[in-house]
């Protein structure tokens, strides 16, 4: 039987301008932005904000929500299936197409999120392994893993959630 570990590891030291995923609540914080975001699938821009909001979590690199008023919401369709979150709720899916490309259940919306969380209502949060994410011109690189949908850039230390053996944070 592999023994679970809960120990955490030791959090890097944030330099200056940095913020330490560590120093993050739990339950998570909700915070508007106004740093400028872009998305782009296959060249497309999908989003273009100054309007985001993040969802700040211990262990874990920040998750951008976007507003759809700043999303090119035609690019988008309802797609199957859903998951539950137990500080925001009940998240839908979507897929996005552009010309030559379909990143298929790649982004996630709570169309009734809980009232802690009701400022994310139908705002869109999308993976960046997929697309192609910048925060004020910085390449975003994805949150380790392949469930959580943080944003790695290079304000943000860790470690972070997703990383192997961290399984048990």
């Avoid at 301008?17 to 915070?31: A, K």
């Avoid at 262990?59 to 929500?65: A, D």
């Avoid at 192609?132 to 390449?139: K, L, P």
Wanted: charged share 20%; glycine share 8%.
């Amino acid at each position: 039987m592999r023994r679970r570990s809960s120990a955490h590891p030791e959090p890097v030291t944030p330099g200056p301008g940095q913020e330490s995923v560590w120093d993050y609540p739990r339950p998570p914080r909700l915070e508007a932005s106004d740093r400028h975001v872009v998305v782009r699938l296959a060249g497309t821009v999908v989003a273009d904000t100054r309007r985001a909001l993040r969802v700040l979590e211990t262990s874990h690199p920040p998750s951008w929500y976007l507003p759809p008023g700043d999303c090119d919401m035609t690019l988008f369709s309802a797609a199957p299936g859903s998951s539950f979150c137990e500080w925001k709720g009940l998240a839908s899916y979507w897929t996005v197409t552009v010309p030559g490309e379909t990143a298929e259940r790649m982004a996630w919306s709570y169309p009734e999120p809980s009232e802690r969380f009701a400022e994310l209502r139908d705002h869109i949060a999308l993976y960046p392994p997929t697309f192609d994410c910048t925060v004020d011109g910085e390449v975003v690189r994805p949150q380790p893993g392949t469930f959580y949908g943080g944003w790695v850039t290079n304000d943000v230390v860790g470690p972070f959630k997703g990383e192997p053996g961290t399984m048990w944070w």
